[in-house]
T-cell receptor, first 111, second 111 residues
């Protein structure tokens, strides 16, 4: 059984701070890693994906992957109140496999 | 144009009834999915179709029957609804790097 673990939070940060969201996964064969943002009552939307060890940056977002530690994280720089949402980590392998989601971390950014 | 669209967005029904949810995607993807998100916001895969063929069928009661008339459509029929079926059902299509594009969700309430 593949498992993806996230701290449910809420993680509270002040506006302008860096928010750090973490995720661990159980399947060493996992190849692809995704971060989704889900606002309350809305559908998940893709923020970033990462395949290789190291960092990947996109605007204010940085995804970090360490396959040896089976750990993936998402950093949000200059956090804004509009970033307040639940962040879902998802892990997949190759082919037609589905994504396994964590239960999400709620982020609250206070003005 | 909405990339992945689901109808209806809300269903309220009595136990024992049958209901259907329709999904259409205009992204040209070959793979489509049904996910269930329970009251604790946990997203869990139910079914995966690739070009109209069932690829993945997780442990889902056989009261749930997906149908894919073509690769752009994936419908979900649920027979003999139970209280525990109350959830938000998300349709998704799969992109080139394994990412998912979700529909807006269909919130099912069984009374």
């Amino acid at each position: 059984q593949k498992e993806v673990e996230q701290n449910s939070g809420p993680l509270s940060v002040p506006e302008g701070a860096i928010a750090s969201l973490n995720c661990t996964y159980s399947d060493r064969g996992s190849q692809s890693f995704f971060w989704y943002r889900q606002y309350s009552g809305k559908s998940p939307e893709l923020i970033m994906f990462i395949y290789s060890n190291g960092d990947k940056e996109d605007g204010r977002f940085t995804a970090q992957l360490n396959k040896a530690s089976q750990y993936v994280s998402l950093l949000i720089r200059d956090s804004q109140p509009s970033d307040s949402a639940t962040y879902l980590c998802a892990v997949g392998d190759s082919g037609y496999s589905t994504l396994t989601f964590g239960k999400g971390t709620m982020l609250l950014v206070s003005p | 144009d909405t990339a992945v669209s689901q109808t209806p967005k809300y269903l309220v029904t009595q136990m024992g009834n049958d209901k259907s949810i329709k999904c259409e995607q205009n992204l040209g993807h070959d793979t489509m999915y049904w996910y269930k998100q329970d009251s604790k916001k946990f997203l869990k895969i139910m079914f995966s179709y690739n070009n109209k063929e069932l690829i993945i069928n997780e442990t889902v009661p056989n009261r749930f029957s997906p149908k894919s008339p073509d690769k752009a459509h994936l419908n979900l029929h649920i027979n003999s609804l139970e209280l525990g079926d109350s959830a938000v059902y998300f349709c998704a299509s799969g992109g080139a790097v394994g990412e998912l594009f979700f529909g807006e969700g269909s919130r099912l309430t069984v009374l």
